[in-house]
Nanobody, 115 residues
Framework: QVQLVESGGGLVQPGGSLRLSCAAS????????MAWYRQAPGKQRELVAR???????NYTDSVKGRFTISRDNAKNTVYLQMNSLKPEDTATYYC?????????WGQGTQVTVSS
């Protein structure tokens, strides 16, 4: 059973930055497609960014140029660097790991962008 533990959320002013981390308890981490999703109150969960085991990356349009996803396979960790944050980025951010039919989720970390 893969366990995912997110960290790095918090309160930040508009225009600020945060870096989210997701540590996975899985020695075959390299094979997993890792992704960050977010869910704002009253809205559906949406994909923010995804990185495959082969380092193919894609982002949702609203974060392109501001967010960067990366992974450190030696540390079994995926990161989401978030710059130029906007109030509309406020949400609970979830880490996801997928490999074939297996799919796992973290507990979420809150990101609030407000002055």
């Amino acid at each position: 059973q893969v366990q995912l533990v997110e960290s790095g959320g918090g309160l930040v002013q508009p225009g600020g930055s945060l870096r989210l981390s997701c540590a996975a308890s899985e020695f075959t981490f390299t094979y997993y497609t890792m992704a960050w999703y977010r869910q704002a109150p009253g809205k559906q969960r949406e994909l923010v960014a995804r990185i495959t085991g082969g380092d193919f990356i894609n982002y949702t349009d609203s974060v392109k140029g501001r967010f960067t996803i990366s992974r450190d396979n030696a540390k079994n960790t995926v990161y989401l660097q978030m710059n130029s944050l906007k109030p509309e980025d406020t949400a609970t951010y979830y880490c996801s790991a997928t490999w074939g039919p297996a799919n796992y989720w973290g507990q979420g970390t809150q990101v609030t962008v407000s002055s």
